[in-house]
């Protein structure tokens, strides 16, 4: 980053002496204003709950444009990485900064592959959840579990180590997430098969048993890939912060991760998908296209705590460029299955066509983002309802390592440890329980 010839001056009405305070640019996108001195020269906080305005760290992975609907990944628009890229090369990217050339990218997967499968004492830890539970909740124990089987890769301020804990991570969750589906429907787990590429592999676990061959379809192969490489990073969302937060402690990799697998599974997050699967479902079962009116209604009232899901974003106040893409690859999908006709798309296109005409959703800028549409392409692959955020947490697994990363390789870095505005009891002395 690069200090600015600007700077900000802060001064107060009730005569305290003004302070002058540095501002940074970086290469694109809002300048900031360096507040680390603030506290120490004025005896303030600065006051931002949700970190409306607030910049967490300095970062050379995502760039987001809200106001454009623009999302790179290093510098690389996301619609040429989706088009022209699949998610080994993203991950490649993402990582190290750079799209490999063809000796690089065999190089790498090869390395991913040669860590797909996990320790066979993993399969016990499933054994303690009820076959119910939802694949969320197992996957948290699960990525945690991981640093209990890598002693020799837990050292987060060590390159090597950040470097094996990070393939090891890319390599496993489709693996963990496939083992969640299998005990969820009383099925043995299917082990990797290194001969199929990332996302055919993550398939074959999902859906092959011992009894028949399982022939991967390349357009759903295809589809799933694009859907890895969707979700991969987003720039510092609530779960990357919390991967990063959980890591400026110093606590291992996998401890990191496993923070923002529970960060994501939020319906408010990554559990979005799922809950606009869900709210898609029971509009088609109330009566569908006929009964959207009735649901937009509900969602404008604000007293009936009824969103949109997979509608609105912090950060994109114009189209989620993501949603776009999912949206084709939705009509790549069901024309390939032939489900062109699938009610639930058609429903989730109605919505879109009257969201966006409408003046609630126009005034507040709430247009659909990436989970809009993710959920009816998983779904039309086979992938139940409850496990569209393990695939999520599974593709945003490289972008989570990614910032941890980061963020670990910068000097500036501290534990994170944020103040407050404190409202509670001024001191006061504890009284006899026969007095209280
Ligand atoms: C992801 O941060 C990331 O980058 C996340 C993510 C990633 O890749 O990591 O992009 C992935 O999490 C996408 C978002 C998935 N979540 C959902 O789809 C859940 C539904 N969306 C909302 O909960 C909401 O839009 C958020 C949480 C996504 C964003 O909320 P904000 O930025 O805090 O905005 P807000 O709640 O203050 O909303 C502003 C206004 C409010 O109305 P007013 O009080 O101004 O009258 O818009 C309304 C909200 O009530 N609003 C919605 C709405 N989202 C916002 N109203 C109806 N339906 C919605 N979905």
């Known amino acids: 980053m690069k200090l600015a010839d600007n700077k900000a001056t802060l001064s107060f009405s009730d005569g305290k002496p003004s302070i002058d305070l540095p501002m940074y640019q970086g290469t694109v996108g809002p300048d900031v204003i360096d507040i680390r001195k603030l506290y120490g020269q004025t005896g303030m906080f600065t006051y931002d709950p949700g970190f409306l305005s607030t910049a967490s760290c300095q970062s050379a992975i995502t760039y987001i444009d809200g106001d454009k609907g623009e999302l790179l990944y290093r510098g690389y628009p996301i619609e040429q990485l989706a088009t022209n890229c699949d998610f080994m090369e993203t991950c490649h990217l993402l990582l190290y900064g750079n799209l490999p050339d063809a000796a690089g990218k065999e190089d790498f997967t090869k390395r ?11 399969q016990f830890f499933l054994r303690g959840f009820r076959r119910d539970a939802h694949p969320m909740a197992i996957m948290t124990g699960l990525v945690g579990a991981l640093s209990a089987f890598y002693h020799d890769s837990t050292d987060i301020n060590n390159p090597q180590h950040r470097e094996i804990s990070a393939l090891r991570l890319i390599a496993k969750m489709p693996t963990l997430v496939a083992m969640a589906y299998k005990y969820s429907m009383g099925q043995p787990y299917m082990y990797p098969k290194n001969n199929l590429s990332y996302a055919g592999n993550f398939m074959h676990m999902m859906f092959a048993t011992p009894c ?53 599974w939020g319906p408010a997050h990554g559990g979005a998908n799922e809950a606009c699967l869900n709210m898609l479902e029971d509009i088609q079962k109330t009566g569908g296209i006929a009964k959207v009116g009735e649901f937009m209604e509900q969602v404008k009232d604000k007293n009936s705590g009824v969103k949109l899901m997979g509608f609105g974003h912090r950060v994109y106040k114009n189209y989620d460029p993501r949603a776009k893409l ?9 024309a390939a299955l032939g489900l062109e006709n699938d009610p639930l798309f058609k429903l989730a296109m109605a919505l879109e066509k009257i969201a966006l005409e409408d003046d609630y959703f ?33 593709a945003r697994t490289v972008g989570w390592i990614a910032q941890l990363n980061e963020m670990i390789s910068d000097p500036e870095y501290k534990i994170g440890r944020p103040r407050q505005l404190f409202t509670g009891s001024v001191k006061r002395d504890v009284l006899p329980i026969s007095q209280r």
């Not at 507040?364 to 309802?385: E, M």
């Open 112 to 122: 991913v592959t040669n860590h797909t499968m996990v320790n066979e004492q993993m």
């Open 212 to 264: 028949e061959e399982y022939v991967v379809n390349p357009v759903i192969e295809r589809a799933m890939d694009r859907i890895f490489v969707l979700h991969a990073d987003h720039e510092q969302n609530a779960s990357t912060s919390t991967v990063r937060l959980c890591g400026s402690s110093g606590t291992n990799p996998f401890a990191a991760i496993a923070a923002g697998v529970a960060c994501l």
């Open 326 to 334: 999912m949206q084709e690859t939705c009509k790549e999908v069901l």
């Open 362 to 394: 126009v005034s507040r800028k709430l247009y659909p983002n990436v989970d809009f549409y993710s959920g009816i392409v998983q779904r039309a692959i086979g992938i139940p309802v409850n496990m569209f955020t393990g695939v999520f947490a599974l």
